[in-house]
Every structure is written in C-alpha cells, then in structure tokens.
C-alpha cells in the first residue's frame, strides 16, 4: 500500500503551481513579444525536460520502455503542444485578462471530462455550485464590461484557448491512467521532452524559423524563457504532475483560480495596474469557490482515478 503523501510537500506542490504559475501570464507575454511562440515554448520544456531525463538517468532510474514513451508523447501532446502551445499562440492577440478568464474554466473541462469519458462520479450539487462561484468570482474580476464591450477579440484567438484548456485538462487526467514510469521526475521529464520535440515541429511546420529575426530578440524575452523554464517547468510543472497522481483533479485544477489573482497582482506590482474595490471583492468570490471544492469529501474506495 502507498504511503499518503506528507501534507508539507502537498502545501509547497500547491503554493508551486498557483504562485509560479500565476506569474508565467507575464513571462510568457515577454517571451512572445519577440520569440515566436511554438519555438518559445518547446525551448522552455525541452530544456526542461532533457534536465530531468538525464538527471534521473544519473541517479540510476532504467531507461524507460516503448510504452512508456508512447504514453509520454500523448501526455506531451495534449498538455504541452495543444495546452500550453495553443495559450502562447493565443497571448499575441487576447489580453491576459481575457486569457486567465478562458483558463479559469479548466475545473469545469476537468469535471465534465472525468465524468463523460473517464466514467468518474457525477458531479454533487456543491461541486458544481463551487465551480459557477469561482468562475464567477474571475468574470467580476475582469469585468463583465469588459466582456461585453471589449469587443474587438479574434475569434479565432477565443476558439484557440477553449481547445487550449479542454486540452489541458483531458491531459491531466489521462495522465492518471497511462502507463509511465514509476518515479514521477523521470516521467515528468519525458512529457516535457516529447511535447517540446512537438512543438518545435509544429513551429518548422508553421515556418517560424524562417520568420525569426535574432537581431530583434530582447534580452527581456531571452529572461522570460530561462524563468519559464527553470520556474515554470522544472518546478511548478513537475508539482503538478505530481500532485495528480496524489491529489484528486478536481482540487489540483482549482489552480485555475487562482492564478488570476496572482497575474492581476503581479501587474498591480510590476505594471502599474490599479488594484481596485472590485478585484478585492472577487478575490473573496474566487476563494470560496475554491474552498467548496477542496473541501468535498471523498468517500473511502472512492477517491478520483
């Protein structure tokens, strides 16, 4: 029988993925400014995920088998080249604040998904009422003005983060059920690894070599991408794909939430942006939808694929 995982480590996974990634909203918003995006993000997980590889190899893990690079490359597929390829594209065109709106809705893709396809338990009346509470709380957070009358967002951008995030979340959670290695850094590494091969091909596919000017890379994007890779990826990444295998996808997911108090803050902080009575308000909104689905019980046997 496994041992449950110590609660300390579990608190520093989850500081890890709503604080770290919280903050990628603007690195990656640098990082694209004069990088091409698919290019940008298979630089960040491949150098990544090769750390991890060999390190784990160094420390004596076995090389892993066929399957478990199968299972490794849809991981990286769904998470990496559809999920976070497809939010980096999008970052060109859809304000951040839009953005984190589209992203909070991940818990909902999470549910919906483990229950239709992955035959999870239905959702009770609280989880769904947590779920509507907390994106809620981020449509006040934004504004519903501002979604009203913003107007002048490319559809093609909103279409790209809606397959972005139901991506995500089908990933996650097939990641539950593949066959991959026991050690939770080897495996991680390996998902970052085939994802960056993807989508280093999608950017030769899509001819962005071709249209990269080094002389025009900022240093500020050259940072972003180191931040993203050694913070976002090796750290944040690597908690999330552990915390999956520990913690049920539903509490993992309320990441979503989160993160866009941490963006709303880090542009307070470090932009300038104006902290107001309404962001206070959802933040309060947000957290209570958290609460209600963190604090779902999990009856014994029961507990999330």
Known sequence: MTAAPSRVKVVLAFLAIYIIWGSTYLFIRFGVATIPPFMMAGTRFIFAGLFLYF???????????????????????????????????SEQVIPSGVTAL????????????????????????????????????????????????GGGFPLSGLLVLMLSTASWAAGSLYSRRAILPASH????????????????????????????????????????????SVFGSLVAFSAYVWLLRVVPASRVSTYAFVNPLIAVFLGWSLGGEEFSPRVGIAALIIVAGVILIVLRPVAAGKAEA
């Open 185 to 228: 850094s080897m495996a991680t590494g390996m998902e970052m690894v085939a994802g960056g091969i993807l989508l280093y091909v999608l950017s030769v596919v899509t001819g962005e070599p071709w249209r990269l000017d080094p002389a025009t890379v900022t240093l500020k994007s050259m940072l972003a991408v180191g931040y993203l």
């Open 102 to 149: 589209f992203i909070s809705t991940a818990p909902i893709w999470f549910v919906l998904i483990d229950w239709i396809w992955f035959g999870s338990t239905r959702p009770t009346g609280r989880v769904v009422f947590g779920l509507a509470l907390g994106l809620a709380g981020v449509i006040w957070l934004i504004g519903p003005d501002n979604l009203i009358h």
């Open 55 to 89: 390190w784990n190899r160094h420390q004596g893990i076995p090389a892993p088998t066929r399957i478990q690079w199968r299972s490794a490359a849809i991981v990286g597929a769904l998470l990496l080249l559809i999920g976070n390829g497809a939010l980096s594209w």
